[in-house]
């Protein structure tokens, strides 16, 4: 073994993606020559090797890869290990880094051989092919050469920019030179026009010459004609004015106007003769005045007679009706009406007796009241007293005097209220009462007036013996003594109350009578009125009922009246009927016609006066027409005889008025010729006198032709004049010109550099072709020798149009790799990977291993066999690995290569499983769902169902924020579901339900960047350097609390975070976005979530179970509340 | 007597940095009034062309008439721009007198000195116009003074080409010369260039103006002496990049240079196009230097003038490669190495290109320019250093 060789001895394979816990027993047996992995599928072959070379190159790293390695060269050992992402090789006893030599991440790729890389045409050819073309130019990259030194095959097209900016800058020019052009002659036009417009003035004179001298010709000709024209009219025209028809028909209308006049009137004569004629009547009484003045007074009184007639009459009917009336009012309180004459007295004794009644009633009332208060008459209070009396009077002798006295007393001050009593009776009830009272004083008086008897020893000792009493005790005697007063006073109370009663009886018995008595006197006063015996009429009512009958007394009167004045207006009224009948001689009596009739006759007869009167009038006015007519026609023949014409020929006045107007203006318009002929100067008429009319006229008209032709020009001028000043202001064309001459400097340019660009691309052609020409490229000779070796000189390789090529050795046919069987193409770039080795290991001391996956599986076995022998080959100089789950490839390769040392890394995964997990009998306890209590919330807490985090996956949540009901929660725990993620796959409503809830986490997440930790960095790429001072900054801004991605970025964009540069700046900004630790945004509210997520479900619905399902989920993420 | 000298005025033209194309006629006219001259010569081209005189005869007539004014006699003559249009003004006033119409040989005296003078017949002209020249028409002048428009030492010349010992032969005592815009005298040939008054485009660097010609004594003048009126100049601002590093501290070279250069000017507006020169370091791109600009950019400004730099660079800078190294390897690079080294394929090629570039269809429309050899190869060494430092710059990242 030579010291180049480098080989691994162990290996251990920590953690890998797909491999959490190493997958195998680390390996310890590995050979120097070829080491032929095998295993399953999926036993970690492939990753095997992957690590490897990780460890080897430095390629290929993943932050997930843990792996540690020893690899040998001679005595020498290397650890090498790879730690999220980091990969650190050093020598054995040496702490730093040191990297092992040959290490070349550009062609690490040529130690590895895997038969899915080599089959892809692409695959990795392009690099090697790179490599060769650099090495035939002697280490040199031309293309990137070519590139740096910015060379170009060619020039730019017609589309390139700057020269379009050339044309249209041109063009521009151009365009503006044109406009130039044509006002090139401008000035000298300008001249020109200006000497023409100067001839105008001139022209102007020649032009008012001939303009006169033709009105000069034109006027005199028109004089003669007009002359010829006015003596052709008759002579007497001359007699003839302007007004002369007006005059003329003036009068014609005022003889026509007063004949009319006349006849008019004559007819209106005839009119009121007729008129007058048809009043014979009237003619013959409308001489007897004083019978036409009785018949006007007659109608007169006729008509007021009337009128008194109908009024006395409405009045008589009205003064009926309210007779009538007030009779009705009556008829409920009386039985019939009374006389009225007994009305009067009737009703002044009862208003007498019902001013009474309350005064009688009132004494009944107060006797039985006062009787009532005396209460019940006592029979035995007289004995009583007396006995009473006895008694007192045979104690009085034996006790003092004292006693008597105060005995007296008592009595005096009863009679004293007996008295006064019985004033009080005497005011209510008069004699009776003061006679009571009388009597009882007298009583009093005189018993006061007594003294005490003495008693006899048996009433004393009677007494005694009934009381008790010894009556030898004084005291006891004194004290008997006033009991015995008592008894006396009260008894003589008693005795004055029966009085009273007796008294009050009596006084109840008189005012009945007295009620009794009034009583009957009132209803036979009622009766005499035939009052209704209603018990309501009494008293008070009374009034009103007396009021109305004196009412309809009055009515009864009234209507008497009013009756007797009715009779005397008809009477009246008849009376004068009679006397107009008679007096016109009238035959129909009914009043209006006999009015009518009476009128009529008095107003004929003032008719037939009036006609009489107009008929005179009217004669006289008739008269006087007659007059004014035969002045009107007078006056007429004054007219023809003025203008010297017969009267009898109107027809030839009327021609002669119609002639006049004409012959009028040819009189004016020859004195206006005149006029205009004088005025016309003298060069003028002499011009006239010297060429006709029309020559005249047409050097006129040659004249103004001219003129106008001038004022063209003007105007032409007018317009070159300001175009001349514009274009001598105009800057135009000089900022085109230099606009151009800008854009031809650019253009100019970039030929300069398109120049310099297509000369480097001809020196680079030139010196590539010289290149080539002079150097073969080793690592294709080196490839070729391979190639030739392993296919048994069937083949070369070459390198042709840039790529590979196999050519036949038999035919010198090239053939590319598309064209090859897989299995040749496996052989070429097999023998390519080998040349390559020979070219990177050239010069170097290191031969570093080999590694081969699966490369023979498209081979046959001729070439399977052929590859084993170049393995074999290779393995005299290095280390190989050859990975396969082949067995009958791990065959061919122990047939060629004895050595070769197999391990089989299933028996590796099952020792490592055996000791790591050897087989302990376990028992098991089968852990119940608890019971589903009612309250969901409770039953969370029975559940311990933990809150949820924003970055959580929904699936790891607990299916209690998935159900809606405890019942619903049991089942799915029962179902052995103790995520949501397992909930989902069991229905597609829990589906459902997690998609929700994936939309409100994805919304809300928008601007709720993840909590960046110190521990999180692990997965950060390896481009981001961990042994240097931005990362240590990076660590210790974490240490903070809550720290965001965003919070980071921050930091670095503030250079808080200090040299961190790209492409490690860009690399943490992508894993940091990617790994949503930075979020772009502002975070949503509850409403906009809750709108994101019904965007992303048409059904959801605010009255929804899920509705509250994702409020229920934000309201766990502290968003909102529910 | 005091003559004010002028030409290739191009009215009608817009400088590229002026707002007015009258501006260099009005300077004109307004130094001769200040000079209290006696007589205004113009050596042709006064107007770009004949489409412009519409919008140049205002500036013209009022300029012509402020020298009448003055009392300022002015003689002209046309030249390639102006032959036809210039004679066509002057028949329309009386203010100035065009001197050889239609290609003729014309003397006028004014004042005891016979001024002569000779029209472009036409806008190309390749006779010279010294071949019909009669040295009698000044034989007996006491003082005589030449006008004339033409492409002195320039034999195959479209624009009259002018032979400078002709000049000194002609018996004229002093000519004053238009075509070129660069002012100039020459004593060998008793003649000067007068020069454009205004430099019109950024092609036209140095000091721009006019010539005042004073009586030396009554048979000879004095030497003409240049007075510069344009407000405007253009200069080459050459700076060396060997041993800066870095585009940096180039553009800080660059902008000491012009402040430097602004501070030396006294014209209102300076502009200067970089020049690099020196060994460049392969790695620096002077491209960059300006990238995203455009035109100029102003470097500093003070009293009321202004420096800008023009973002056109002119790139004459060698790249820190040794050529014969390089060719010693057996790589590409030493194969360009060796191309580059040969300077007659390289310019062969490059003069092959260049013509090639005129039949592209986007630059048929452009006059084709003629450069020196010199240039060419200059510009072909460019371009082939350029392809040559991206290969080197790959070896030399491989080294390190």
Same mark, same amino acid.
């Not at chain 1, 030839?652 to 006049?660: E, K």
């Given at each position: 073994m030579n010291r180049a060789h480098y080989h691994f001895t162990r290996m251990t394979l920590v953690r890998s993606e797909g491999f959490d816990q190493p997958p195998f027993l680390p390996i310890e047996n590995f050979g120097p020559g070829l080491n032929i992995i095998t295993g399953p599928n999926g036993i970690g072959k492939s990753t095997l090797l992957r690590a490897m070379r990780s460890l080897l190159h430095g390629t290929n790293i993943s932050a997930k890869m843990h792996a540690q390695a020893t690899v040998a060269q001679l005595e020498q050992q290397w650890e090498l290990s790879l730690v999220h992402g980091e990969l650190l090789q050093r020598k054995r006893g040496h702490s730093?880094?040191?990297?092992?030599?040959?290490?070349?991440?550009?062609?690490s790729d040529t130690y590895f051989f895997a038969l899915h890389e080599l089959l892809d045409q692409a695959g990795d050819t392009q690099v090697f092919i790179e490599r060769v073309r650099k090495e035939m130019h002697g280490g040199i990259d031309l293309a990137k050469a070519y590139t740096d030194s910015k060379a170009a095959t060619g020039f730019s097209g017609a589309n390139l920019g700057l020269k379009r900016a050339v044309d249209v800058a041109r063009d521009k020019l151009r365009a503006a030179q044109s406009k130039i052009d044509i006002h090139a002659d401008i000035r000298d036009h300008i001249a020109q026009l200006e000497e023409h417009i100067d001839t105008a003035g001139m022209l102007r004179q020649e032009q008012q010459l001939y303009s006169n001298a033709i009105e000069a010709v034109q006027t005199q000709q028109k004089l003669t004609d007009l002359h010829e024209e006015i003596v052709a009219f008759d002579s007497r025209i001359t007699h003839l004015h302007a007004g002369t028809e007006a005059e003329y028909r003036s009068l014609l209308d005022r003889v026509d106007q007063e004949q009319r006049e006349v006849d008019a009137q004559k007819q209106r004569v005839a009119e009121k003769e007729r008129q007058i004629a048809s009043h014979q009547l009237a003619a013959e009484l409308s001489s007897d005045m004083l019978w036409r003045k009785e018949l006007s007074r007659l109608i007169a009184a006729l008509i007021t007679q009337e009128q008194e007639r109908k009024q006395s009459q409405r009045e008589f009917a009205e003064a009926e009706a309210r007779f009538t009336a007030s009779s009705d009012e009556l008829t409920w309180l009386v039985t019939e009406l009374p006389k009225e004459s007994f009305l009067q007295p009737a009703l002044k004794e009862l208003a007498q007796l019902a001013g009474e009644s309350e005064r009688v009633r009132l004494a009944v009332v107060v006797a039985e009241r006062l009787l009532a208060s005396l209460g019940v008459y006592d029979d035995n209070c007289e004995a009583a007293y007396a006995h009473a009396k006895q008694e007192l009077d045979a104690v009085a002798p034996l006790v003092s005097g004292t006693a008597q006295r105060s005995g007296l007393r008592v009595r005096n001050l009863i009679g004293l209220l007996v008295i006064l009593a019985g004033g009080v009776g005497s005011l209510l009830w008069a004699p009776l009462g003061l006679t009571v009272t009388v009597v009882v004083a007298l009583l009093l008086f005189l018993f006061q007036g007594k003294k005490p008897k003495s008693k006899s020893t048996s009433l004393i000792d009677e007494l005694s013996l009934r009381e008790g009493i010894d009556l030898s005790d004084t005291?006891?005697?004194?004290?008997?003594?006033?009991?015995?007063?008592?008894?006396?006073?009260?008894?003589?109370?008693?005795?004055?109350?029966?009085?009273?009663?007796?008294?009050?009886?009596?006084?109840?018995?008189?005012?009945?009578?007295?009620?009794?008595?009034?009583?009957?006197?009132?209803?036979?006063?009622?009766?005499?009125?035939?009052?209704?015996?209603?018990?309501?009429?009494?008293?008070a009512n009374f009034f009103n009922f007396s009021k109305a009958l004196l009412e309809w007394q009055r009515h009864g009167e009234v209507l008497r009246a009013k009756e007797a004045c009715y009779r005397s207006a008809e009477a009246q009224y008849l009376k004068t009927k009679t006397a107009l009948l008679a007096h016109g001689r009238f035959t129909d009596n009914e009043h209006a016609i006999l009015l009518e009739d009476a009128q009529s006759l008095l107003a004929e007869i003032a008719e037939y006066e009036r006609a009489e009167q107009d008929l005179e009038r009217l004669l006289l006015e008739l008269e006087r027409d007659e007059k004014r007519f035969a002045t009107a026609e007078e006056a007429v023949a004054t007219f023809y005889t003025k203008l010297d014409i017969s009267q009898e020929d109107p027809k030839?006045?009327?021609?002669?008025?119609?002639?006049?107007p004409t012959y009028e203006g040819l009189v004016r318009e020859r004195e206006s010729v005149t006029v205009m002929f004088e005025r016309i100067e003298s060069d003028a008429i002499a011009k006239a006198e010297t060429a006709s009319l029309h020559e005249l006229q047409a050097h006129k008209r040659k004249i103004e032709e001219e003129l106008e032709e001038i004022e063209k020009h003007r105007e032409k001028l007018g317009e070159l004049?300001?175009?001349?000043?514009? =274009?001598?202001?105009?800057?135009?064309?000089?900022?085109?010109?230099?606009?151009?001459?800008?854009?031809?400097?650019?253009?100019?340019?970039?030929?300069?550099?398109?120049?310099?660009?297509?000369?480097?691309?001809?020196?680079?052609?030139?010196?590539?072709?010289?290149?080539?020409?002079?150097?073969?490229?080793?690592?294709?000779?080196?490839?070729?020798?391979?190639?030739?070796?392993?296919?048994?000189?069937?083949?070369?390789?070459?390198?042709?149009?840039?790529?590979?090529?196999?050519?036949?050795?038999?035919?010198?046919?090239?053939?590319?790799?598309?064209?090859?069987?897989s299995g040749t193409r496996i052989q070429l770039l097999f023998s390519i990977r080998m040349g390559f080795l020979d070219l990177l290991e050239k010069g170097t001391e290191a031969r570093l291993p080999l590694f081969f996956d699966e490369i023979m599986a498209n081979s046959d076995d001729e070439r399977s066999l052929a590859i084993a022998e170049a393995i074999k080959e290779i393995t005299q100089t290095r280390q190989v690995f050859y990975a396969t789950a082949q067995v009958d490839e791990v065959h061919k390769l122990q047939s060629v290569v004895k050595d070769a040392v197999v391990i089989d890394l299933g028996v590796l995964a099952g020792k490592k499983r055996s000791t790591t997990s050897p087989f302990v009998p376990s028992t098991y306890q089968v852990d119940s769902v608890p019971v589903a209590i009612e309250d969901y919330d409770q039953y969370a807490e029975v559940l311990s169902v933990y809150a949820p985090q924003l970055f959580e996956p929904i699936g790891s949540l607990h299916p209690w924020y998935l159900a809606t009901s405890s019942t619903e929660l049991y089942t799915l725990l029962n179902r052995n579901f103790t995520t949501a993620g397992q909930a989902a796959l069991s229905s597609p409503l829990y589906r459902r339900r997690v998609a929700l809830l994936r939309a409100a986490q994805r919304a809300m997440q928008q601007g709720r960047p993840?909590?960046?930790?110190?521990?999180? =960095?692990?997965?950060?790429?390896?481009?981001?350097?961990?042994?240097?001072?931005?990362?240590?900054?990076?660590?210790?801004? =974490?240490?903070?609390?809550?720290?965001t991605g965003n919070d980071l970025v921050a930091a670095i964009e503030n250079k808080e975070i200090q040299r961190l540069q790209d492409p490690a700046r860009a690399v943490l900004l992508d894993w940091l976005q990617r790994e949503r630790f930075t979020s772009e945004g502002s975070p949503l509210s509850e409403a906009e979530i809750l709108a994101a997520v019904s965007l992303s479900d048409e059904a959801f619905t605010t009255d929804s179970c899920e509705h509250m399902i994702v409020l229920r989920y934000l309201a766990a993420l502290g968003l909102g509340t529910i | 007597m005091k003559i004010l000298a002028a030409s290739d005025i191009h009215l009608g033209r817009l400088p590229t940095h002026g707002s007015s194309n009258d501006l260099p006629w009005d300077a004109v006219v307004n130094t001769a009034i200040e000079y209290e001259v006696n007589v205004l010569v113009l050596a042709g081209d006064i107007i770009e062309h004949e489409r412009y005189w519409l919008s140049s005869i205002g500036a013209i007539d009022a300029g012509l008439a402020k020298l009448k004014d003055a009392k300022i006699k002015v003689f002209a003559v046309g030249g390639n721009?102006?032959?036809?249009?210039?004679?066509?003004?002057?028949?329309? !006033?009386?203010?100035?007198?065009?001197?050889?119409?239609? %290609?003729?040989?014309?003397?006028?005296?004014?004042? %005891?000195?016979?001024f002569v003078g000779y029209s472009f017949p036409r806008a190309h002209n390749r006779v010279s116009p010294l071949a019909s020249f009669d040295s009698a028409l000044v034989a007996e002048a006491s003082l005589s003074l030449g006008i004339l428009h033409g492409d002195l030492d320039v034999p195959s010349s479209a624009y009259g080409p002018l032979q400078r010992h002709k000049l000194a032969a002609s018996g004229v005592d002093l000519w004053a010369l238009g075509h070129i815009h660069t002012p100039g005298y020459f004593a060998d040939a008793k003649s000067f260039y007068c020069g454009s008054p205004y430099a019109l485009d950024p092609s036209e660097t140095g000091e721009r103006g006019v010539y005042?010609?004073?009586?030396?004594?009554?048979?000879?003048?004095?030497?003409?002496?240049?007075?510069?009126?344009?407000?405007?100049?253009?200069?080459?601002?050459?700076?060396?990049?060997?041993?800066?590093?870095?585009?940096?501290?180039? %553009?800080?070279?660059?902008?000491?240079?012009?402040?430097e250069r602004l501070h030396e000017s006294d014209v209102q507006s300076l502009y200067l196009q970089p020049l690099f020169t020196g060994l460049r370091n392969p790695m620096i791109e002077l491209e960059a230097l300006f990238a995203g600009e455009r035109g100029?950019?102003?470097?500093?400004?003070?009293?009321?003038?202004?420096?800008?730099?023009?973002?056109?660079?002119?790139?004459? !800078?060698?790249?820190?490669?040794?050529?014969?190294?390089?060719?010693?390897?057996?790589?590409?690079?030493?194969?360009?190495?060796?191309?580059?080294?040969?300077?007659?394929?390289?310019?062969?090629?490059?003069?092959?290109?260049?013509?090639?570039?005129?039949?592209?269809?986007?630059?048929?429309?452009?006059?084709?320019?003629?450069?020196?050899?010199?240039?060419?190869?200059?510009?072909?060494?460019?371009a082939a250093m350029t392809l040559l430092q991206a290969m080197v710059k790959q070896r030399r990242e491989v080294e390190r």
């Open positions: 730093e880094s040191q990297h092992l030599p040959g290490r070349n991440h550009e062609l005291q006891k005697v004194e004290k008997l003594y006033q009991l015995l007063l008592r008894r006396e006073a009260d008894l003589a109370h008693r005795k004055e109350r029966n009085i009273q009663i007796k008294s009050a009886e009596q006084e109840v018995q008189r005012t009945q009578v007295a009620y009794q008595r009034w009583r009957s006197e009132y209803q036979a006063a009622a009766a005499s009125l035939n009052l209704q015996d209603h018990p309501s009429i009494e008293q030839f006045l009327w021609r002669l008025i119609a002639d006049f004049k300001e175009t001349y000043r514009g =274009l001598t202001q105009s800057s135009e064309i000089a900022d085109l010109d230099r606009t151009w001459r800008n854009e031809v400097e650019e253009l100019e340019e970039h030929r300069s550099k398109e120049v310099t660009a297509v000369f480097i691309d001809a020196l680079f052609n030139e010196a590539q072709e010289a290149s080539q020409r002079q150097h073969q490229p080793e690592v294709v000779r080196n490839a070729s020798k391979w190639f030739e070796a392993i296919t048994h000189n069937q083949y070369r390789l070459l390198v042709a149009d840039g790529s590979f090529v196999a050519e036949e050795s038999a035919t010198n046919q090239t053939k590319q790799l598309r064209e090859l069987s993840r909590i960046l930790r110190e521990a999180d =960095l692990l997965e950060v790429p390896a481009e981001v350097r961990r042994n240097t001072q931005y990362w240590q900054q990076i660590v210790d801004f =974490l240490a903070a609390e809550n720290r | 721009h102006d032959w036809h249009v210039l004679p066509y003004l002057a028949s329309l !006033t009386e203010e100035i007198t065009i001197l050889g119409f239609g %290609g003729t040989w014309q003397s006028y005296e004014y004042d %005891g000195v016979h005042l010609i004073e009586k030396a004594s009554a048979r000879a003048w004095k030497e003409p002496r240049f007075l510069p009126i344009s407000p405007i100049r253009y200069e080459t601002l050459p700076i060396s990049v060997t041993d800066l590093d870095s585009l940096d501290a180039i %553009g800080a070279a660059l902008n000491q240079a012009a402040r100029e950019v102003l470097i500093a400004s003070t009293e009321g003038r202004s420096c800008y730099v023009r973002t056109k660079i002119r790139n004459e !800078t060698s790249m820190a490669i040794d050529l014969e190294e390089v060719a010693k390897g057996s790589g590409s690079d030493a194969i360009l190495a060796k191309l580059i080294a040969d300077e007659e394929w390289l310019l062969s090629c490059y003069k092959r290109v260049a013509a090639a570039s005129y039949n592209g269809p986007a630059y048929r429309a452009l006059e084709p320019r003629t450069e020196s050899d010199e240039a060419m190869l200059a510009s072909a060494k460019t």
